[in-house]
């Protein structure tokens, strides 16, 4: 259940990332909307200034994705500091798509744990930190302010529901076997996960673990989808195994060059994604998990 937001309680300021989706979300919660100014000095220097007078609310939602990951970050260090001097008390910041998670640990000795240095960051000017499927839910330990985050597989499997029949829910690999799972119970699917088995030097087989695609529809879903490459050929070999149509999903499309003209070669009958980060194929929003979670 949404909670409904009145009076001087709350207000929604949107980083440029998300203006459409923290309308949505400020709708949902009947909130007010914040007026911001963005702009470039000549030398690229980011300038944001929020217009409207906010000193009667005490606290503030600030919805800003990291599509362009860098400019969001400062954007988002500037924002809490206008919003501080304006006497804002608490501040929730809602990133649907959380930039650097995916280096969580050290790959190679020397590296920066650039998830931890950014939690470090954002632990230290606000208050609360949402997101929308973190590449890997034990970031969470880096943080010292509350860190929620949302699942929005659901609605991607409510999307495609009507269009495929007698599907199987494949996950591209063994760890997004639960994001299958929670697709599956939607569709009332069986789900299973692609194994990658290598054949000889120069040939490898792509297959799911236990079940048959031929003559099915088939259902990929992952959190991300960045090059397209693994996917592309998984598709293509899907294809050849005698699967019907297939439809390619994902939480954060970030479909990387020309990643999705790579998926639809590879015969994939639709590409879906939300709009944690905006794209061709943004087809399904989260505004609504983003306004259930700030309810709780």
Same mark, same amino acid.
């Given at each position: 259940?949404?909670?409904?937001?009145?009076?001087?309680?709350? &207000?929604?300021?949107?980083?440029?990332?998300?203006?459409?989706?923290a309308?949505?979300?400020?709708?949902?919660?009947?909130?007010?909307?914040?007026?911001?100014?963005?702009?470039?000095?000549?030398?690229?220097?980011?300038?944001?200034r929020?217009?409207?007078?906010?000193?009667?609310?005490?606290?503030?939602?600030?919805?800003?994705?990291?599509?362009?990951?860098?400019?969001?970050?400062?954007?988002t &260090?500037?924002?809490?500091? @206008?919003?501080?001097?304006?006497?804002?008390?608490?501040?929730? +910041?809602?990133?649907?798509?959380?930039?650097?998670?995916r280096?969580?640990?050290?790959?190679?000795?020397?590296?920066?744990?650039?998830?931890?240095?950014l939690?470090? &960051?954002?632990?230290?000017?606000? =208050?609360?930190?949402?997101?929308?499927?973190?590449?890997?839910?034990?970031?969470?330990?880096?943080?010292?302010?509350?860190?929620?985050?949302?699942?929005?597989v659901?609605?991607?499997?409510?999307?495609?529901?009507?269009k495929?029949r007698?599907?199987?829910?494949?996950?591209? =690999?063994?760890?997004?076997?639960?994001?299958?799972?929670t @697709?599956?119970?939607?569709?009332?699917?069986?789900?299973?996960?692609?194994?990658?088995?290598?054949?000889?030097?120069?040939?490898?087989?792509?297959?799911?673990?236990? +079940? =048959?695609?031929?003559?099915?529809?088939?259902?990929?879903?992952?959190?991300?989808?960045?090059?397209?490459?693994?996917?592309?050929?998984?598709?293509?070999?899907?294809?050849?195994?005698? @699967?019907?149509?297939? &439809?390619?999903?994902?939480v954060?499309?970030?479909?990387?060059?020309?990643?999705?003209?790579?998926?639809?070669?590879?015969?994939?009958?639709?590409?879906v994604?939300?709009?944690?980060?905006l794209?061709?194929?943004?087809?399904?929003?989260?505004?609504?998990?983003?306004?259930?979670?700030?309810?709780?």
């Amino acid at each position: 259940m949404i909670k409904h937001y009145s009076g001087d309680k709350m &207000i929604v300021v949107s980083g440029s990332q998300s203006q459409n989706l923290a309308f949505k979300v400020s709708k949902l919660l009947n909130t007010k909307l914040a007026r911001v100014e963005f702009k470039r000095f000549p030398d690229n220097e980011i300038y944001v200034r929020i217009v409207d007078e906010i000193k009667e609310y005490q606290e503030a939602v600030i919805i800003n994705t990291q599509k362009n990951q860098n400019d969001a970050i400062i954007e988002t &260090i500037l924002l809490c500091d @206008a919003l501080r001097d304006e006497g804002v008390e608490k501040i929730k +910041l809602v990133v649907p798509y959380l930039a650097y998670a995916r280096q969580d640990k050290k790959f190679n000795p020397g590296e920066a744990i650039s998830i931890r240095a950014l939690a470090k &960051i954002y632990s230290n000017i606000v =208050d609360e930190l949402i997101t929308i499927n973190p590449h890997e839910t034990h970031i969470e330990k880096f943080f010292t302010i509350p860190f929620k985050y949302g699942d929005a597989v659901p609605k991607l499997a409510e999307y495609v529901k009507d269009k495929v029949r007698d599907p199987i829910v494949l996950a591209p =690999d063994k760890g997004a076997l639960e994001f299958a799972k929670t @697709a599956s119970e939607i569709l009332n699917a069986e789900y299973d996960y692609l194994e990658k088995t290598r054949l000889s030097p120069t040939e490898i087989q792509i297959a799911p673990k236990n +079940l =048959d695609v031929k003559e099915r529809d088939v259902v990929i879903v992952d959190d991300i989808i960045s090059t397209g490459g693994t996917m592309a050929t998984a598709i293509k070999l899907l294809k050849e195994q005698g @699967a019907k149509k297939i &439809i390619a999903s994902c939480v954060h499309p970030l479909l990387i060059g020309d990643a999705l003209n790579k998926l639809y070669c590879s015969g994939v009958e639709e590409v879906v994604g939300t709009d944690t980060y905006l794209s061709e194929v943004s087809k399904v929003s989260v505004a609504e998990i983003i306004a259930k979670l700030l309810s709780l």
